[in-house]
């Protein structure tokens, strides 16, 4: 069994580390990482604005938020051999402080 890992910097915007991530949903997209069944992915994602809503927002930027950059998505993850309806097992945890 590997380990994969998708880490990404919270501080920069997804356009800043394109490498780790999308914003839509599409075929054409590649996987950032491939994996064999039993494989371990540690993935980090972020919020759902991607940063925008941050200490330093302010009334204007919560008016108003860049919808064009939403939502981002870290991955894809391509699994060898999966097929549609099979069953991922999933752990959700918090980042250490």
Known sequence: MALHEIRIDPSLALREQPGTGH??????????????????VVIETRDAFDGQMGSSATLKTVEAPDLDVVPPLTGPVYVEGAQPGDLLEIEIGAAPP
């Open 23 to 40: 914003n839509r949903w599409h075929p054409d997209i590649p996987p950032v990482v491939r994996c064999e069944p039993g494989d371990e």
